[in-house]
């Protein structure tokens, strides 16, 4: 089992959109290029989305222009919404830019397959041991990516909601059981001191019940056509909204209800989320978005008692997010580009993403002292558990039907939590379309 260390959070950072070259070389090599670094001046164009409010690209641009003053890197804005499609049509035309971003792993095959992303071997060969992810990168002995941040799954608990409530705060030994009662009492208790605030919130994305049903199914696996795993999952949920335990998906989605809101106003008292959430939480009690309470962070419930405890090393899900070559580009470019991801990927890179927050793929033990040493990040020993200690599985395993797969089990999604369709007949009918539109089975 993989054991992760993390590392960050922040606040707010302005984003410019390009950085100025300065003059001088940098004669030392750097890792992952073969001992040949960029000779003179290089610019290198770098993929982004929503500039004005996600500063990780202009941050890991700043600070290696700072250790490379020769290589200047100017970020090319996508739409964060329809990325891959805009990033597609933009590799079919040769206006990519130079570096661009794998979001996440579902169309990593995809740009892999069609000879989208050069082989960065050389780089993932130097990277630090600690690097989490940089394995679903490789197809066939080969990386084609480089991960730069990796988050995690996690519960958010609101201290204050749970002693209002008269409920004993996680203690890490938590199954997905023990989630469902604790949210039970907390409703009840809640509401027995005048509040009206839920025990838990699940946001309506199929990942919030579906990446954990994946990741800690023993045997699961989305090639296989075979999705009666997620059954007990969904059957909990329902459960737990029959009960009036947390928002209902319809309320969800009709109202268009957004996860922040829901804990940071202190509608729910827990909240399964990725730890990116932890530096918006922070932010937004700072300028007053959310409310001023206690809160802290707990393991993913378990399926079972063998991965719980402190002693043990829960099971979660997450993608990397990776960094990845156009091919297209020239061999000065590329010398550059592999300077570029080494970077971004090892502890320079890492610290600099700690600094305002973004957990790196790098969990070192410098860039974990970095994010709980910024102000607002609960330092209680469970929370530094939980955020540090995981075995974190892929939300998207790489293979050529992942994409058509995740399609269908969001119709699958959909249906069974909009009471559209039945729990087993839902996933009948996305068992047999993976059958007939992916081939598997």
Not at 381 to 393: G, M
Request: a negative charge; hydrophobic letters at 40%; aromatic letters at 10%.
């Amino acid at each position: 089992m993989k054991r992760i260390t993390p590392a960050t959070i922040g606040l707010t950072a302005v984003v410019a959109l390009t950085l100025t070259a300065c003059g001088g070389t940098d004669e030392g090599d750097s890792p992952g290029t073969d001992g040949a670094a960029a000779e003179g001046p290089v610019t290198l164009t770098l993929a982004g989305w929503s500039l004005s409010t996600t500063p990780e690209f202009q941050t890991l641009a700043d600070a290696f222009h700072e250790e490379n003053p020769d290589i200047t890197v100017e970020l090319q804005e996508y739409d964060a919404t329809n990325y891959d499609t805009q990033m597609t049509a933009d590799l079919a035309a040769g206006t990519a830019p130079d570096v661009y971003v794998q979001k996440n792993l579902r169309n990593f095959y995809t740009y892999q397959s069609g000879n989208q992303l050069l082989d960065v071997s050389d780089v993932v060969a130097e990277l630090d041991e600690g690097t989490g992810g940089a394995e679903f990168y490789e197809v066939d002995g080969a990386s084609y990516a480089v991960p730069y941040r990796q988050d995690a799954w996690v519960l958010y608990y609101n201290k204050d909601l749970f002693a209002e409530a008269g409920v004993d705060e996680p203690d890490g030994s938590w199954t997905w059981d023990d989630y469902a009662t604790a949210a039970t009492e907390l409703t009840d208790g809640l509401e027995a001191a005048g509040s009206e605030a839920l025990g838990t919130y699940q946001h309506n994305w199929q990942s919030t019940l579906q990446g954990f049903a994946l990741a800690q199914t023993e045997g699961a696996d989305l090639a296989s056509a075979d999705y009666g795993f997620y059954e007990p999952y969904y059957e909990r949920v329902l459960d737990l909204q029959e009960a009036g335990a947390q928002v209902g998906y319809g309320t969800i989605t009709t109202n268009s209800l957004t996860y922040q809101a829901q804990f940071g106003t202190q509608q729910a008292a827990m909240m399964p989320m990725g730890t990116w959430y932890v530096a918006t939480l922070i932010a937004q009690q700072e300028s007053g978005d959310a409310e001023e309470f206690a809160w802290g962070l707990a393991p993913a419930p378990q399926s079972d008692s063998s991965t719980t405890g402190t002693s043990s090393t829960p099971v979660t899900f997450g993608d990397p997010t990776g960094l990845g070559i156009n091919p297209a580009i020239d061999e000065e470019k590329a010398a550059a580009a592999k300077e570029f991801l080494a970077f971004a990927a090892g502890e320079g890179g890492a610290t600099a993403l700690a600094e305002i927050g973004i957990t790196p793929a790098l969990l070192s033990d410098t860039v974990v002292e970095t994010y709980f040493a910024l102000e607002g990040v609960p330092g209680d020993d469970l929370s530094r558990f939980a955020y540090s200690t995981h075995d974190t599985r892929p939300e998207n395993p790489v293979a050529e039907s992942t994409a058509t797969v995740q399609n269908i089990l969001n119709d699958m999604h959909s249906a069974v939590m909009s009471d559209s369709a039945g729990i087993a007949a839902a996933i009948e009918e996305a068992e047999n379309r993976a059958a007939s539109e992916a081939g598997l089975g």
